[in-house]
């Protein structure tokens, strides 16, 4: 953690591989180049995800699943939609 001009800042550590691409576009169409992708370490349940929220909150498991899963059903909804969703 980072304070910088009293904000204070995560780092975070991302992941990450190094893809080799050929550009398709431009004056470097053709030229491989390399890129950084990002590499998913674990995966995490929507109910270990619930747990956690609930534990750190005064809403209930029961409440926190139920926005989730709602959530989850109207994302799906919204993105095929062609929509992108905005978290702040």
């Not at 809403?59 to 702040?88: C, H, K, P, W």
């Amino acid at each position: 953690m980072i304070i910088h001009n009293f904000k204070i800042l995560c780092i975070m550590a991302i992941n990450y591989s190094l893809v080799k691409l050929a550009s398709k576009f431009g004056d470097k169409a053709g030229v491989p180049l390399f890129y950084a992708r990002a590499q998913m370490k674990d995966s995490i349940s929507l109910k270990k995800f619930a747990k956690l929220i609930s534990m750190q909150t005064t809403v209930s498991y029961a409440d926190v699943t139920a926005v989730l899963v709602s959530m989850q059903e109207n994302m799906v909804i919204e993105l095929q939609r062609g929509n992108q969703i905005d978290f702040g």
